[in-house]
Nanobody
Framework: QVQLVESGGGLVQTGDSLRLSCASTGTTFSSYVMGWFRQAPGKEREFVAAITWGATIYYADSVQGRFTISRDNAKNTVSLHMNSLNPDDTAVYYC??????????????????WGQGTQVTVSS
């Protein structure tokens, strides 16, 4: 069983940076891909970024070049550094964990473990 707890959300202005963190408890952290999703009001939850145990990284096109995902396997944590934020990045951000999706198609990734979410609001 994996439990995930996010932290680091908040209210920022356009162009600002923010760092989200996710702490994992459980004995199988090393077995899982760790990732981030987000859900804006009135929209479906969407994939943001993922990182494997061996640090292979995947990003959604909308955040490529602005967001950086990293993980500390010794501390069972995963982070998301977000730069050049804009109002379209406003959403609840969720940490997630699971096995890699078939074919490495992370746009269709449906991991079984989720955090409670943390709100990120970017004002214009």
């Amino acid at each position: 069983q994996v439990q995930l707890v996010e932290s680091g959300g908040g209210l920022v202005q356009t162009g600002d940076s923010l760092r989200l963190s996710c702490a994992s408890t459980g004995t199988t952290f090393s077995s899982y891909v760790m990732g981030w999703f987000r859900q804006a009001p009135g929209k479906e939850r969407e994939f943001v970024a993922a990182i494997t145990w061996g640090a292979t990284i995947y990003y959604a096109d909308s955040v490529q070049g602005r967001f950086t995902i990293s993980r500390d396997n010794a501390k069972n944590t995963v982070s998301l550094h977000m730069n050049s934020l804009n109002p379209d990045d406003t959403a609840v951000y969720y940490c997630a964990a699971g096995l890699a999706p078939p074919g490495g198609n992370y746009s269709r990734w449906r991991p079984p473990y989720w955090g409670q979410g943390t709100q990120v609001t970017v004002s214009s």
